[in-house]
Structure formats: C-alpha cells, structure tokens
C-alpha cells in the first residue's frame, strides 16, 4: 500500500475536479475478444478490490485506472451514497484496501460538496469509517492538500478528528510520529483542531506532547503520568555505550515492550548491529508481520532454534494469522523467499490458515485459472514479486481443494487439467501450474464443463477470442457462473443477468461471496448481505 507521500504524489497525476471525461465503452477487451459494459457499481467495486492506486498494468496505466476510479466514486457519491459508503467502509475493514478507501473516501466528500447533496451517509461519517490506523489521518490529509489545497471542509476536518480521538494513543504517537511522514500528529491537529476526546482524560496531554514535538521539540517533554512515553524517554537518554547491555541484559526484553520500541526503532538507537541476543529480546514484543518481514534477519544473525521455534508458532498461529489481516499471497511470497527450511512447514501452515474463509462448496464445482500472459505481467502490488497468475492459482486451488467435488483447469491457448488430491497442501498444487499463453476462456469451458453445479473462473477477463454469447456461453443458462476478476479492468468478458455474477478481489473475504450469493439466490454486495 501507499504511504503519505505516494498518496500525494498519486493525487497530483489525478483529474482536475469538475474535468469531464468522455464515457468510453468498449466494444472489444484489450485482447480483442467481445466485451460487455458492466454496471457502473461492478466497475467501481471491481477496480477498488483490483486496484492498487497509480498501479501500472498490462492493459491500463495507473493514470487511467485512477482517473476512472475517481469518476466512479464521484458519480456514485451523488447517484448512490448509501451503496458508496458501504463500499468505501467495506473495502477498508474487510477488505484491507488502505488507500483506496482513503482516496475513495475523499472523492466522496468532494463530490458531494459540489452537488450539494445532504441525502445519505454524512461527509463526516464516511471519513471517520475509513481511518482504522493512527497513521491513516495524516495520509488522508495528504491526499486532500495535494489534490485540494489546505482549505479544508469542515466534514473532512470533522471526520478526522473523529478518527484521531479514537486512534492517537501513546503507542501510536511512537510508532507513527516520525520525521519521514508527510505530515506528522501535530501537523494533523492543528488542521482539524481535534479537541481530546472526555472519556480518555490523558488525551489532552498526549495532544499537547504530540504538538510541541513537532514545532517545538527543543522543549518536548512527555507527560510526567504516562508510563510508556516516559520508559522510551528513558531508554533514549541512555548513553549509546550503555544501550546493548540493557537490551541484552535481564529484563531487556520487558523494558523494550514497556517503552513502546519497535524493531526499526532499536536499529537507530542501538546504532550498531542487530544481532541474535538483540533479536531475542525484540521477538517477544513483535507482531506477525514484523516477524515474517525478519526471517531472513533472524537467520543471518544466528537467531538460536528455541527462539526460531516461538517465532515459527507465532507466524503460523491461526488467531495471530486472523489478527494480521494479509492477503494469503503475502504467506506465498513469504515461503517463496524463505531463506531456510526451519520456515517452510510454518509459512504453509500459515498460508492454510488465511485461506480458511474459501468456502467449501457443495456438489461439483469447476473451476477455471487463468495463465495467460497478461496474468503473469501484473504483479498483485508495486511491491510484490508474485503475478496475478500466482494469486489465481492460490484462490483456485484452494477453492478445488475444499470443494466437495472439483475439477480443477488450468486455462490459456489451451486447457488442462490440474491433478490434485484431498488434504494436498496448497503449495504442492501451486506446482502443478504452467504458464498457457493467450486467453480462450470458452474453449476450456466447452472442453471441461460436464454438468457441473456451478463454474468458478479465476481472470483478469481479457479473453481474446469472438464469442457474441460472451465467454460463459457453453454453460447453461441456470448454472451459476462465478467471474473472479483480479485485475478490475473496465471491459467484461461476458454479459451481467441472472446466475452469472462477477466478482473480485485478493482475499478470502471476497470469495465468501459465492456462498452469500446461492444462499440468497439472488446477487448481494458483501456489506449488505
């Protein structure tokens, strides 16, 4: 995801407000195959859950797929904001799309503003809902400044102060807080002027401590009643030659956790190597993800086997899993790049469990991955090594491996079978894929389909093959279709109507979807069902 900067930077590049953008409809996907226009709340929610912003893809920069993400959120905002709202508050709890949440949100508010439409979820609302992370008010107001100027509207300033007085805590400020962001928890309150909230009567001082470090840091002294900020003071007092012997000695692990040091905090202030006695003492107080960015770390410092092993039941934790909130890939490229085998058992564990939400489904299923070219060119995210073609295939072989019945493809030019058995670890599977190609979505259909209850196809849809019936067409007409694009591009391989629905997305979440749907009978957006 986006930090404050890039945000900044991404707002710049966007359309100026008020510009008007020609609706363009294709008639044919980038492939050159048939395409269908799709209603604009499937467009909108399938470039969000599809889209990170400025993200460069095959067929589309990030300069267009920003530009139409912004029209979408504006044009719904007015047509649709109780729908809108749902979306943006979905796609950042369940979802865990940071920034185009935020962005979403502020084109929201801005939108609305212009129109002068008061239906619906408020502006304030709408901000608040979105800003689940004490870093997340400052990365909003970069957007906004960025694209808008420093003038803020009272409903943004309102909703973010709203966000603040829930997320500013002690913790947050040292975590957050820091000279490389753009705009810092002082800068923050002094634009939004957020007052403490009452319940939390420490709040005053930690807003007066959080303003005089950033304009007055020469005088910035703590709160003398706050216990965390007063440890981490202590610790940063220390002379440099002192420091290694506290971290290492007894009770090291303990007065780092009581002061609120990070990882990346102790490899400034130690000002010396990170090594295994100081990861020791750092691993108790780590979350999940620091721990799986610092495999590597650990082992070329020489991390001991006990240690590795609280480490390795920690990452494959099911509830510490759950409470990381990553996407499944990010445990795949995690085990891809593990730098020793002590990993590999419990990066797959934890792979299972974040794939636990696919839903079993019942009877027989078929369930068609893409691998065509275009798939493996686009990474899931500017930062990641692996493809769409590498999430595709995690999502549909984890959804054969639980369904009661399933026929696995593998689809491109041509089509195959991908053999599997049941209780088979995922990543066994994953070997079994080939890169096919270009993308002829109905000939796999029409080779593989034999009265299945329903066809799952994992896709970006940009099949290059001319079928007016569009790419489900060998299936019948009361068979459910499920159309998981991963890319959100503005094209569809097939029509919308009864029993064929397409959806999207890189998590679990999005995938329990299929069982809303059949339950129902009838399509229903995630934060409605």
Known sequence: MLVAPQIAAAARNLPAPGAHHRRHRPSRTYA?????????????????????????????????????????????????????????RWLRAEGNMRTASLVGAA????????????????????????????DEPGEFLAHWVGRYGRNLP???????????????????????????????????????HASPDPRKPWQGALFRYALDRRHHPERAMPPFSDPVLNAHRELAELPVAQRRAVVTGPGGAERLAAAGMTWEAVAGWLQGPLDAPVWEALIPSMGPMALLRNLRNFDEAGVADETAALVAARI?????????????????????????????????????????NVPALPGRTLVLVDRSDSMFWDTVSERSTLTRADAAAVFGAATALRAEQADLVQFGWHSAEVPFRAGEPVLD???????????????????????HDRVLIVTDEQTAHHHPGGAAEPVPADVPVYTWNLAGYEPAHGPSGPRRYTCGGLTDAAFRMV??????GAAAWPWTA
């Open 316 to 356: 494959s934790d099911p509830s510490e899993v759950t409470r990381s909130r990553q996407f499944p890939f990010r445990y795949l490229a995690a085990h891809r790049h593990a730098p020793s085998a002590r990993w590999a058992a419990p990066l797959e564990r934890a792979l299972g469990h974040a794939l636990a």
């Open 107 to 134: 084109e929201y508010v801005r939108a609305r503003l212009a129109a002068g439409a008061c239906d619906g979820p408020t502006n304030r609302s709408v901000v608040d809902s979105v800003l689940q992370r004490a």
């Open 32 to 88: 050159g195959g048939p395409a269908f226009d799709r209603e604009p709340r499937e467009e909108l929610f399938l470039l969000a859950v599809g889209n990170f912003v400025s993200e460069q893809t095959f067929y589309e920069s990030g300069r267009e797929r920003d530009e139409r993400y912004v029209r979408l959120v504006a044009t719904l905002a007015v047509e649709d904001p109780e729908w809108t709202a749902g979306l943006l």
């Open 154 to 192: 009272q409903p943004v300033k309102r909703g973010v102060a709203d966000a603040v007085r829930r997320l500013y805590s002690s913790r947050a400020l040292l975590k957050y807080d820091t000279p490389s962001k753009d705009f810092r928890f002082g800068d923050v309150l002094n634009l939004v």
């Open 429 to 451: 599977v994953l070997k079994r894929f080939r890169a096919l190609g270009g993308t002829n979505t109905t000939t796999a259909l029409r080779a593989h389909y034999r009265g």
């Open 515 to 520: 069982r809303l749907f059949e339950a129902a």
